[in-house]
């Protein structure tokens, strides 16, 4: 049984659900690398970079390092899973990484919308896969749906639900007359929040999903500040009480077209009637409606933030490496 080495950085929600998974279906996911392509490998965590050793304990000594070039230095490491979060050093590590032929993973939207596609020009040069499909709606399948599933159409418009956070918080107000900070605080706790959740709050998080999301759905990056980006701190109970009486419901949406060539992106509170296929999208969960050509129009739904649901995009793309890139 060959061993395929990655390097997990970071141990923060993401890293620990990865890990975790990792540790729990080693053999299943040997069994199904092995029933897709007849290889006979097993995942496995070869190091982690953490920054303070003394938060991890229980960890065993041996995989942690605080030394990043201990990582890019070891050959046996094939796989880079970055899910440290940040834009530095998180883009500087997947570039050296990419540089040292490692194929990338990464869970960043921050990282990835602000490289504009340096980021892929640095794969594509190097001839390594990076891939990201924990960036946008956890655990959602969309990215490799856009890319894959739908390539006989021409989307003409994406728009979703694609901040966790904010969905539970706005949730919370609106079922159980939650107060912001309560809410937030709630998210905070269940790990669905930024290190910093002021950009789930004002929208920069959404705000770099949607780019990305434009990106794939319409061949270009989006100018990230050319997107029209409201947060939801200016909500009141007022205005949910008001929508509800109206048969409405305030949904923070993301939304992106083309027109006339252009992208034209926005993210902001919404007064949505109680019809609309996303007014029912509750607690951290995310989804996405797509309109295409000869698909009709899709949506998706699932855990957009946590713990698991991220780190199960995160193993999706580990999985997709192994099985085509080897
Ligand atoms: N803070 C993010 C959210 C995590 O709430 O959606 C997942 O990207």
Redesign the pocket.
């Known amino acids: 049984m060959e061993k395929i080495k990655i390097a997990l950085l970071g141990l923060g929600t993401v890293g620990s659900g990865v890990r975790e998974i990792l540790n729990e279906k080693q053999e299943q996911l040997s069994q199904k690398i092995y029933q897709k392509n007849g290889q006979k490998v097993t995942i496995e965590i070869a190091k982690i970079l953490i920054r303070r050793p003394e938060n991890y304990l229980e960890a065993d000594p041996s995989l942690l390092t605080t030394n990043y070039q201990e990582i890019l230095d070891d050959d046996s490491i094939k796989v880079v899973v970055e899910a440290m979060g940040g834009e530095h050093p998180a883009t500087e590590y997947m570039i050296s990484a990419m540089e040292k032929k490692k194929q990338v993973v990464s869970?960043n939207?921050l990282a990835i919308a602000k490289s504009h596609g340096s980021l892929e020009e640095v794969a594509r040069k190097n001839q390594v896969h990076f891939s990201y499909e924990a960036?946008v709606a956890?655990t959602v399948p969309i990215l490799r749906t856009i890319n894959d599933s739908l390539v006989a159409n021409e989307i003409t418009k994406v728009s979703g639900i694609?901040?966790?956070?904010?969905n539970y918080i706005l949730s919370k107000m609106t079922n159980e007359q939650s107060s912001y900070k309560d809410a937030l605080k709630k998210?905070q706790e269940l790990g669905?929040?930024?290190a910093d959740p002021a950009s789930?709050v004002n929208g920069d998080?959404a705000k770099y999903?949607i780019a990305i999301l434009s990106r794939l759905a319409f061949g270009k990056w989006p100018d990230l500040d050319s997107i029209d980006c409201q947060g939801i701190t200016a909500v009141t109970p007022k205005q949910i009480k008001d929508a509800k009486t109206k048969g409405k419901v305030i949904k923070f949406l993301a939304q992106s077209e083309k027109v006339n060539g252009n992208i034209i992106a926005s993210v902001s509170l919404q007064e949505i009637d109680r019809q609309h296929p996303l007014a029912h999208v509750e607690g951290?969960m995310?989804a996405v409606y797509l309109h295409c050509d000869n698909a009709g129009e899709l949506l998706f739904q699932g855990a957009?933030?946590g713990s698991r649901p991220?780190a199960s995009a995160v193993i999706s793309d580990v999985f997709e490496i192994i099985e085509r890139y080897r």
Not at 162 to 166: F, V
């Open positions: 869970a939207k960036a956890g694609i901040n966790g956070t904010t998210a669905f929040a930024e789930d998080d999903k951290a995310n957009g933030a991220t």
